[in-house]
């Protein structure tokens, strides 16, 4: 960035609820974009449940004010989630969004924003394979601290150890735990649980996870099943047919009674997660096992039963903990990583337009292209030389 005038004014507002502790802005990062230029509005209390206070914000550099001057005033406005509905209906034309905008499944809301003269981006379409994109990839952030916690839920509810424990009173055998999905969270939750003392082993549809799994030093689960060549797109997962999905789960059921813990942390992007373990495997599940289920969503997760943020109890004692908000459990971590990501992606579209630094859209560029679901033409740079 040259050091022609920034006029950038980059408000947050308060978006803690009972499960969302994050906030989409933490005071180191205030500091990196202050020294970008840019001006930061907090709302009151945003950072309360990350134990970042209002004194944090204003000492390092940015003013707390009130909801309406921010939706009023701002010219970006950055969200660990999305604005409403109402609040895009009260932004002025040429405001920037920047949030998980759901752009893969709700498309009634990105034709809201689309008629609402905002531009937005949508974090859940970063390129992530790019190397100029990675530090604004929340969804890595993120996974990564799930994968890490779902782990200690894990280790809470069980009622037994992890590791291997020698004692006067006889050994104690390591837990056998079992991760079904070796993407970020699940790479992160075999690290983890090995770190713990656990016997590990991972599963993932895509057959390059195997080395990954293996080099943390777990084992691979081979199903047996012939899942063909065809593995999705960019090292994303597809979606298996119906016939695929009968056969893997019929096979993650018969292998699951090995297991002491299961964590699930498949998806498939822009899709309902797939179901892994069924009832069927549930129910020949160990007395005593816990079955974490990141994946758990009102439109169901990855194993059959689980609900969002419900621990169920079945008749053969197996745990079912339905975790869908862990990163936002480690709320000081995961403020502090997707403040990162978020501002950095906000100054990737800092650029020089009329002789100032403005947020500007450049369709040329390949990060620009896939992440803005929505834009003002105002904002759009077509003077490019
Ligand atoms: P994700 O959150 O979309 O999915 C998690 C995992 O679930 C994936 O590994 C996926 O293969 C797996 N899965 C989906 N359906 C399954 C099924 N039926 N059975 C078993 N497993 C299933 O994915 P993610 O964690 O974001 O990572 C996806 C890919 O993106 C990985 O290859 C990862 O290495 C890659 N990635 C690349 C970059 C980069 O290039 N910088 C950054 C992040 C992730």
């Not at 998980?100 to 390129?127: C, H, Q, W």
Request: net charge negative.
């Amino acid at each position: 960035m040259s050091d022609k005038d920034v006029t950038v004014i980059y408000g947050v507002l308060n978006e803690r609820t009972e499960h969302e502790k994050r906030a989409a802005l933490t005071p180191d990062i205030v500091s990196r974009l202050t020294k970008s230029g840019i001006q930061c509005l907090m709302e009151s209390g945003a950072g309360l449940d990350a134990h970042f206070l209002d004194s944090d914000y204003e000492k390092a550099g940015a003013r707390i004010a009130s909801r309406d001057e921010i939706i009023t005033i701002a010219d970006v406005l950055a969200f660990i989630s999305r604005p409403t509905s109402e609040v895009v209906s009260s932004l002025r034309a040429g405001t920037w969004i920047v949030g998980a905008m759901n752009s893969f499944t709700d498309e009634g809301y990105i034709n809201i924003l689309k008629t609402s003269g905002v531009t937005a981006v949508a974090m859940e379409r970063l390129p992530r394979q790019l190397s100029s994109a990675q530090s604004m990839d929340e969804m890595t952030s993120q996974n990564s601290i799930t994968g890490y916690k779902a782990v200690l839920k894990a280790a809470d509810a069980y009622t037994s150890i992890l590791p291997m424990m020698t004692t006067a009173a006889g050994t104690i055998r390591p837990a056998k735990v079992l991760v079904l999905g070796a993407g970020i969270a699940g790479l992160q939750a075999i690290g983890t649980a090995k770190r713990f003392g656990a016997v590990v082993t991972g599963y993932d549809v895509r057959p390059a996870a195997q080395s990954e799994v293996e080099s943390l030093g777990a084992k691979f689960l081979d199903l047996n099943i012939d899942l063909g060549k065809d593995q999705g797109d960019g090292g994303y997962a597809r979606e298996l047919s119906d016939e695929e999905k009968v056969l893997q789960q019929a096979a993650v059921d018969q292998k699951a009674s090995e297991f002491d813990i299961i964590i699930t942390t498949a998806q498939v992007p822009g899709r309902k997660p797939p179901v892994l373990l069924t009832a069927k495997g549930i129910a020949c599940l160990k007395r005593g096992a816990v079955v974490v289920d990141c994946a758990a969503s009102e439109f169901g997760g990855n194993v059959e039963g689980s609900k969002p943020r419900e621990v169920i109890r079945t008749d053969n004692g197996v745990t079912i903990l339905g975790l869908p908000d862990l990163a936002s459990d480690v709320s000081t971590t995961a403020s502090q990583q997707i403040s990162r990501n978020l501002a950095d992606t906000v100054l990737h579209f800092m650029r020089e337009k009329d002789g100032q630094i403005k947020l500007t859209v450049d369709f040329d560029d390949e990060i620009d292209k896939a992440m803005i679901v929505a834009y003002s033409q105002e904002n759009v740079n077509e003077n490019k030389e």
